[in-house]
C-alpha cells in the first residue's frame, strides 16, 4: 500500500510527543497505519467512531478528564463534525486538534474525494479555526506540537492537514 | 403516546444522593433544569447544546478517569440523534458509565412550546421505537426499560454500584419542568466541572 508508513510513524511519534493518551478515529486510506499504531500503543487508548461528530464529544470528555486528545478523519468527517465543533469545542471553548487527511487536492485521482477537498479550508477559515499544512515528515513535530500548544492555551479547535506529499508515497 | 406515571423529578429525586462522587452529564433543557433545581453540584455538567453527544462527553469521561463513575443523563431526542454512539459506547465498553435515557417519546424541551404542547412533536418512541432493545442490540451487556419509579430506582442504584456498562430506560411523563430557570451560566458550568473532576483525582492519588 502507497500510504507511507515511514512518515505516519512520524505523525503517530508527534502525537505521543504532545503528551496525547487518547485518539478518536475513524479510518480513510490515508490514515490506516496511524490507526494501527495507536491500536497496538498499550499506552493509548483508541476510540473507534461510528460517526465524527462523536468524536467531539469524546475529546471534550476527555480534556474535562485532564487527558490530551486527537480526532483522525478525513475532508468528509470534518464536514461532518461541524455542528458538534460549533456546539460543543467552540461555544464551550474546550481544546480540541484535529488530523485531516487532506483528499481532494492536485494529485487526486478519486473523483469522489474531489468536492470535500475543496470545502475543506474555506470552512475551516469560516469558523475562525486555525490551520497549517504538513506536507514533510521534518515539520511534522514541531508544528503539531504549536498546533497542541494553541489549541491548549485558546481553548478551541485547531486544524492540521495531512498532505499528499506526506501521506502517499506512490509516483505521480 | 404518554400515559405514564413516572416522573422525570421523582427519577432524579432517587438517585440524586448516589450522584455525589459521580461525573454527571446531562442534556439540556428539562433534565438540566430538574437537576439543577434539586441542588447543583461542580460535578454535574449539563451539555446546552450539541444533542446526542452528552454520552461522547461521557465516554471521553469514562475513558479517562476509569476510577470514577460516569453518569449521563439522556433523553429520547439526543438519544436517536447519535444511535451510532450507542454502537461506540457498547464496542468501548467502559465500565464505569451508566447511560440513565429519559424517554418522554417527545421533543419537549425544544417543541414542548410551540402551539398543541408536546403533542406538536413526538420521537419515534412514541410509534414503537425501543430505545433499550436498541441499546442491548448494540452491544450494551446491560439495558432494560422501566416505568415505575420502584423499577427505575432499583435498576438505576444496581447499576450505578456495578462495574458493567449499563443503559435504563425510564419511559416517564412529558410534563414540562416546574422551571427552566438556572442560575449558572454555561461558561461558568464549562470551568468548575473539569476543575471538580481533576481535583479530585489528584486528591485521591496524594
Known amino acids: 500500500m502507497p500510504v507511507s508508513v515511514a512518515n505516519s510513524q512520524v505523525v503517530y511519534d508527534a502525537i505521543k510527543h504532545a503528551d496525547v493518551k487518547l485518539v478518536s478515529a475513524l479510518p480513510e486510506t490515508w490514515l490506516v497505519h496511524l490507526i494501527r499504531m495507536a491500536d497496538e500503543d498499550p499506552e493509548m487508548t483508541l476510540v473507534r467512531l461510528a460517526k465524527e461528530e462523536e468524536g467531539v464529544g469524546v475529546s471534550a470528555g476527555a480534556h474535562f478528564a485532564g487527558v490530551r486528545s486527537v480526532m483522525l478523519m478525513q475532508n468528509h468527517g470534518f464536514l461532518q463534525a461541524i455542528n458538534g465543533i460549533v456546539g460543543v469545542s467552540l461555544l464551550y471553548k474546550i481544546p480540541l486538534l484535529m488530523l485531516i487527511t487532506d483528499r481532494g487536492g492536485f494529485g487526486e485521482k478519486d473523483p469522489w474525494q474531489t468536492e470535500g477537498g475543496k470545502h475543506t479550508r474555506p470552512v475551516l477559515d469560516a469558523l475562525h479555526i486555525a490551520h497549517e499544512d504538513l506536507t514533510r515528515p521534518d515539520e511534522v513535530e514541531p508544528r503539531l506540537a504549536k498546533a497542541m500548544a494553541l489549541a491548549q492555551s485558546s481553548l478551541s479547535p485547531v486544524a492540521l492537514l495531512l498532505g499528499r506529499d506526506l501521506m502517499w508515497e506512490e509516483p505521480s | ?206
Open chain 2, 1 to 206: 403516546m404518554g400515559g405514564a406515571e413516572l416522573k422525570r423529578i421523582d427519577c432524579l429525586k432517587a438517585i440524586y444522593p448516589e450522584l455525589e462522587e459521580c461525573a454527571v452529564v446531562t442534556i439540556m433543557g428539562a433534565v438540566a433544569a430538574e437537576l439543577y433545581s434539586l441542588g447543583h453540584r461542580p460535578n454535574f455538567f449539563y451539555l446546552e447544546h450539541a444533542m446526542g453527544l452528552a454520552s461522547s462527553i461521557g465516554l471521553g469521561i469514562a475513558l479517562s478517569q476509569p476510577s470514577r463513575k460516569v453518569v449521563v443523563i439522556d433523553g429520547d431526542g439526543s438519544v436517536l440523534m447519535n444511535l451510532g454512539g450507542l454502537t461506540t459506547l457498547a464496542r468501548s465498553r467502559p465500565r464505569n458509565l451508566v447511560h440513565l435515557i429519559f424517554d418522554n417519546e417527545t421533543l419537549l424541551s425544544v417543541g414542548g412550546g410551540a402551539p398543541g404542547g408536546y403533542r406538536w412533536f413526538t420521537t419515534a418512541t412514541s410509534t414503537g421505537t425501543d430505545l433499550a432493545g436498541i441499546a442491548s442490540a448494540a452491544g450494551f451487556p446491560r439495558a432494560r426499560t422501566v416505568r415505575e419509579l420502584e423499577d427505575f430506582a432499583a435498576a438505576a442504584l444496581d447499576a450505578l454500584k456495578g462495574h458493567e456498562l449499563s443503559c435504563i430506560v425510564a419511559k416517564v411523563d412529558a410534563e414540562m419542568p416546574k422551571s427552566f430557570l438556572m442560575d449558572l451560566h454555561m461558561l461558568e458550568n464549562r470551568f468548575e466541572f473539569p476543575r471538580a473532576l481533576q481535583l479530585a483525582i489528584k486528591g485521591r492519588s496524594e
